[in-house]
Nanobody, 121 residues
Framework: QVQLVESGGGLVQAGGSLRLFCAASGRTLGSYALGWFRQAPGKEREFVGSIRWTGISTVYADSVKGRFTISRDNAKNTVYLQMDSLKPEDTAIYYC??????????????WGRGTQVTVSS
């Protein structure tokens, strides 16, 4: 079992920044990855980015590449999503998930409840 809790969401103006947190606990995380996904109203949940718990591998969706950065603190079992140059189209509920290092949500088997990010124009 893995428990994931997101925080850090809120309301920000376009061009601004937010930092999301995902606190993880439970099974040994070393062989897994932590991914971020988002879901806007009326849309499918989509991949944002992912990071392995060990090593330096990260992968990002094209829509956020160069603006969002994922990092982690293994000692705190926490993964961060730094979001810069935010756009109104980034508005969504953001979820973190644990699973295989992948861009597909099918490869992630534990999910947090999400945190709302709203970007005003």
């Amino acid at each position: 079992q893995v428990q994931l809790v997101e925080s850090g969401g809120g309301l920000v103006q376009a061009g601004g920044s937010l930092r999301l947190f995902c606190a993880a606990s439970g099974r040994t995380l070393g062989s897994y990855a932590l991914g971020w996904f988002r879901q806007a109203p009326g849309k499918e949940r989509e991949f944002v980015g992912s990071i392995r718990w060990t090593g330096i591998s990260t992968v990002y969706a094209d829509s956020v590449k160069g603006r969002f950065t994922i990092s982690r603190d293994n000692a705190k079992n926490t993964v961060y999503l730094q979001m810069d140059s935010l756009k109104p189209e980034d508005t969504a509920i953001y979820y973190c998930a644990s699973g295989r290092f992948s861009t597909s949500r099918r490869d992630y088997d534990y999910w947090g409840r999400g945190t709302q990010v709203t970007v005003s124009s």
